[in-house]
């Protein structure tokens, strides 16, 4: 089975860091054309580097765009400008997100609102913006990157873990609208990823290895176990493929 994407043009949302880097890269690594968007923060901007450089190395097509995905007008301009460098905007992967472990007591209603913002409505946001392009050619793929941990009450923080379980319900109910216009609508639900975001949740050698032992497989997952799956979702091998939500964890959620 090849997954070959030549002339295909992918949005990757948070695409310099964590598991959207990894998305960003094997997308281009199979022929795709790549827009990576990010913020303009320090963390962002020196993953974004670090990304440019093996597209660089190996000649990959893609083209970097820093919006907010928060903000309708910054996200239509993404849109646009993915369409005015290559002709099209055929597949959507929505992996921006973030969160800071705290317990709900601890929680203040500011961190609860910006995460549910960031989170949930910024997803819509930019699936909104991507449908203007997608429905008038009856064809698309849309694939968000959520958490295990809306499914078992994990992820750290509550305005994370609502957050996710609330993309699980817009991929049921956005799939069921899309898909006679030819745009499929799925969701990857990820559990202890080896990334920046779990090193920060578990500093700790030790609280890691502990970690490990919940995972029948026996290691954490790579950031590229979720970008392969993401590029079979996005293939044309995954047609019949629509409103479902995937959990990748090495047999962990369900032990």
């Given at each position: 089975?090849?997954?070959?994407?030549?002339?295909?043009?992918?949005?990757?949302?948070?695409?310099?860091?964590?598991?959207?880097?990894?998305?960003?890269?094997?997308?281009?690594?199979?022929?795709?054309?790549?827009?990576?968007?990010?913020?303009?923060?320090?963390?962002?901007?020196?993953?974004?580097?670090?990304?440019?450089?093996?597209?660089?190395?190996?000649?990959?097509?893609?083209?970097?765009?820093?919006?907010?995905?928060?903000?309708i007008v910054e996200m239509e301009k993404l849109c646009s400008f993915a369409v005015s460098s290559f002709g099209s905007v055929d597949i959507l992967v929505n992996s921006a997100g973030f969160t800071e472990p705290t317990t709900t007591m601890e929680l203040s209603l500011d961190l609860w609102k910006k995460g549910i913002e960031v989170n949930l409505t910024g997803a819509f946001v930019v699936t909104k913006s991507v449908l203007k392009y997608m429905v008038p050619r009856g064809k698309g793929r849309i694939i968000y990157i959520g958490s295990a941990g809306s499914i078992t009450g994990g992820g750290g923080a509550a305005f994370y873990t609502a957050a996710k379980a609330g993309i699980n319900g817009l991929v049921r109910i956005i799939s069921k609208e899309l898909a006679p216009k030819g745009i499929t609508v799925n969701a990857i639900l990820p559990a202890l990823i080896e990334t920046d975001l779990l090193m920060y949740r578990a500093p700790d050698p030790l609280k890691r290895k502990e970690l490990i032992k919940r995972i029948p497989v026996g290691r954490f997952g790579q950031p590229e176990d979720v970008a392969y799956l993401t590029l079979f979702l996005a293939s044309n091998y995954a047609e019949f493929i629509s409103g479902q939500q995937i959990i990748i964890d090495g047999g962990s959620t369900f032990k």
């Open positions: 089975m090849k997954l070959d994407f030549k002339g295909k043009t992918v949005i990757v949302t948070g695409g310099s860091c964590g598991i959207g880097s990894a998305i960003s890269i094997e997308f281009a690594a199979a022929g795709a054309n790549v827009i990576i968007d990010h913020l303009p923060v320090e963390s962002d901007v020196k993953g974004l580097k670090q990304v440019e450089a093996v597209m660089k190395k190996n000649g990959w097509s893609y083209k970097s765009f820093a919006g907010d995905i928060t903000s």
